[in-house]
């Protein structure tokens, strides 16, 4: 009975010969089996036709939570990456109290299997900064994405100013430990992009709209995050490909723009491509621009073509010295 009830909680329908099998009974005993947990307020279903046979009813919520030994490591080890990466929600401690749950209803055996692997597990990298959203917050827009319904937002700015929109939300996108979403303000007639961490509400609104045809919400997201307003605008031309340039300046850095070829020339040959950025502070940049190693000019700002000189002087005195 719980190896049938395993194979049901996996989901879809399951016909009687397919249980059978599994079971290594006939189909007399799996409809015995089926009913014993329908006595225990297990809600199993009949599919009648061609092509019918038993499943769990939707939305129901199993007591027992049975997982083999792949499935309880590939769980455990999601919500350990959850917590490195930022995906998680507002609610900071339930990654924490899931795994917590998790293990107290593993076999002994398993847990300290599992145990060995979480305790010698290392990363290279430094946790990122997470910024994340409410729950609510998050259910609510990704349920207007999926319905392509409008939504209600109040919004908080980075500088802390207050607003009530309306969005048309296209997608949600994860990039750096942070959670945004992206569409169209129908009020301005422009699109958007917003944190999710900054949302304080959302409500979904009467109405449907129709997203762009060959939308890419992440592409959108980048391409914001390059052109958010910051101290600095920085224009440069660099010689080479988009691939060599992207490789030191993602999309979510700077916006490359690439003229259309000349007749009878490689598309992907090197040629100089137009960059544009815009920063906070301009003193990393030097050695980034250093580490393309390829021909650039510097169209603005001044400041940072005196940051690249004064780089290149202290790489020629630290070179000549014995």
């Known amino acids: 009975m719980l190896t049938l009830l395993e194979l049901l909680q996996s989901g879809g329908i399951r016909t009687v010969a397919e249980l059978a099998d599994r079971l290594g009974v006939d189909g007399r005993t799996v409809r015995r089996y089926v009913d014993h947990l329908v006595d225990l307020d297990i809600p199993v279903e009949a599919v009648r036709g061609r092509y019918g046979g038993y499943r769990l009813a939707p939305g129901y919520r199993l007591p027992p939570l049975m997982l083999n030994d792949d499935e309880a490591l590939a769980v455990l080890l999601g919500l350990v990456a959850g917590r490195r990466t930022g995906l998680l929600t507002a609610a900071e401690t339930a990654g924490e109290t899931a795994a917590a749950k998790i293990r107290r209803a593993l076999p002994e055996r398993l847990a300290r299997r599992l ?46 100013r207050r607003s009530e929109r309306t969005l048309h939300p296209y997608g949600i996108v994860t990039h750096e430990g942070r959670w945004y979403v992206t569409g169209t303000d129908p009020g301005v007639g422009q699109d958007r992009t917003f944190r999710l961490d900054r949302i304080a509400d959302a409500r979904t609104l009467p109405g449907s709209f129709e997203p762009p045809a060959g939308l890419d919400p992440a592409h959108r997201v980048l391409s914001g995050l390059a052109q958010a307003a910051y101290r600095h605008e920085v224009t440069l031309r660099i010689h080479g490909t988009v691939e060599q340039i992207r490789a030191r300046l993602p999309a979510s850095v700077a916006s490359v723009t690439e003229p259309a070829p000349a007749e009878d020339t490689d598309p992907n040959a090197e040629r100089w491509l137009h960059v544009e950025l815009r920063a906070e502070r301009l003193d990393w940049l030097p050695p980034v621009l250093a580490s393309l190693d390829r021909p650039f000019v510097i169209e603005q700002p001044d400041e940072l073509r005196d940051l690249v000189i004064a780089l290149a002087d202290r790489l020629a005195a630290s070179a000549h010295q014995a």
């Not at 409410?134 to 207007?144: I, P, Y």
């Not at 939504?151 to 802390?160: A, E, L």
């Open 115 to 160: 145990e060995a692997v979480m305790e010698s597990l290392a990363f290279t990298a430094a946790p990122g900064e997470s910024a994340t959203p409410e729950t609510g917050v998050l259910l609510a827009v990704a349920d207007a994405v999926r319905h392509r319904r409008p939504i209600s937002i109040r919004y908080t700015t980075r500088d802390g």
